[in-house]
């Protein structure tokens, strides 16, 4: 079985600033890990994965995430926010063939 | 455009009734998930299809059921609709290999009166 926790449900900054949204997950073997964005009234789209490669993964949009196996952490980064980021952001983990575990989601606003 | 179509993109009806929402997944993707995403449930796993089998089952009702075609389309069906099944549902696809990242279509807004 594995688990997603995103450890704040909304995180504020301001345009300019750099951009943390933190995960960890839980499992009995090493999944796969996403990053997805969600815009409002629109679907999911991948922003990265890591899949045992790189441990720091770079996506689109200057967002990237560094996978810490000792910290079962996968948290995505971003070096200056810019109003477009501003955005409901979803961790997901999948094991193998198994289905995709999201977080609950974490909601980034960005101030001017 | 993530390649996997969901219609209809909106859909109002009332209680009671029943409604078929479609997904045509990327082409050659073998699996499709089906999601339902509202306010106070955030998004949860309805179920999941592999070549026309159904693979995994999460928090899907009784009154809902899905199935996957040989052309690899899949429908998802909700029956005695109440209220509370006002959400956006999506679906997403991957392809054939393990730990492949899925692509979601735009979602279908279902609205019950």
């Known amino acids: 079985a594995q688990s997603v926790t995103q450890l704040d449900s909304h995180v504020s900054v301001s345009e300019g600033t750099p951009v943390l949204l933190r995960c960890n997950y839980s499992?009995?073997?090493?999944?796969?890990l996403f990053w997805y964005v969600q815009h409002p009234n629109k679907g999911l789209q991948l922003l990265l994965k890591y899949t045992s490669a790189a441990t720091l993964v770079k996506g689109i949009n200057g967002f990237e995430a560094e996978f810490k196996k000792s910290e079962t952490s996968f948290h995505l980064t971003k070096p200056s926010a810019h109003m477009s980021d501003a955005a409901e952001y979803f961790c997901v983990a999948q094991g193998g063939y198994s289905t995709l575990t999201f977080g609950k989601g974490t909601m980034l606003l960005v101030s001017p | 455009d993530s390649g996997v179509t969901q219609t209809p993109k909106h859909l109002i009806t009332a209680t009671g009734q029943r409604v078929t929402l479609r997904c045509s997944p990327r082409s050659g993707d073998l699996s499709v998930y089906w999601y339902q995403q509202s306010l106070d449930q955030g998004l949860q796993f309805l179920i999941q299809?592999?070549?026309?089998?159904?693979?995994a089952k999460g928090n899907i009702l009784e009154r809902f059921s899905a199935q996957q075609f040989p052309d690899l389309h899949s429908e998802l069906n909700l029956s005695s609709l109440e209220l509370g099944d006002s959400a956006l549902y999506f679906c997403?696809?991957?392809?054939?290999?393990?730990?492949?990242?899925?692509?979601f279509g735009q979602g279908t807004r279902l609205t019950v009166v």
């Open positions: 299809y592999y070549n026309g089998e159904e693979r």
């Open positions: 997403a696809s991957s392809g054939a290999g393990a730990n492949t990242e899925a692509f």
């Open positions: 499992s009995s073997y090493s999944p796969s």
